[in-house]
């Protein structure tokens, strides 16, 4: 499964690239956003085909989702700690966490997790230098839930990202601080063991 994130900020002809993104295989769309009001996510969202809404996930303005028959939820890790996520019955769940160990710990009502950072990341300088998680991965234990690698993934490491034991993995700063991210994302598709 490949996973991308939007950036923070609204890029160029963003809807468009997603559109031809789901066009070319993409799996789902994480819209994090957390800097833009519930009216601009909304807008956002219409631009996007609405044949591609089952494969939006909201990371926040989640009431939204009704609004765009949106099943799918993402909870950061204070949010899953303070069990926000209770508070939406009948939809389909994803948060993140950063150390193995948490991963091991989530229950089957989360379907997937982000692990990061896996590589140093391209979207925020100096982030996740030292990381061990592609090492970390082997003490995975927990089989309810799907382990979704996140940050610095990129075409030219994505296979050796998939040789762990991971189920998918998550794109952001290799699509959105490229100039030609549909081409970046058809290398990383081909680049995926069958």
């Not at 890790?77 to 009948?90: A, M, S, T, V, Y």
């Amino acid at each position: 499964m490949i996973i991308v994130i939007t950036p923070e900020e609204f890029v160029q002809q963003e809807s468009e690239i997603i559109n031809e993104l789901f066009l070319e295989g993409l799996d789902l769309l994480h819209i994090r956003k957390p800097f833009v009001n519930s009216k601009e996510i909304a807008d956002f969202i219409h631009k996007i085909n609405p044949e591609f809404h089952h494969q939006l996930v909201l990371h926040s303005h989640h009431h939204l989702a009704e609004d765009f028959d949106i099943s799918r939820l993402h909870f950061r890790e204070i949010d899953r700690q303070n069990g926000l996520h209770q508070f939406f019955k009948n939809k389909i769940i994803s948060t993140s966490v950063h150390e193995i160990e948490t991963f091991n710990e989530l229950n089957e009502s989360w379907e997937y997790a982000f692990i990061s950072p896996v590589f140093p990341s391209i979207s925020k300088k100096g982030y996740g230098e030292n990381s061990n998680i592609l090492n970390d991965i082997k003490k995975r234990n927990n089989s309810n839930v799907k382990l979704m690698a996140l940050g610095g993934i990129n075409e030219n490491n994505i296979q050796e990202v998939f040789e762990s034991d991971i189920d998918g993995v998550a794109l952001l700063g290799a699509i959105w601080e490229s100039n030609e991210p549909l081409n970046v994302f058809k290398k990383c598709r081909q680049n995926v063991p069958l």
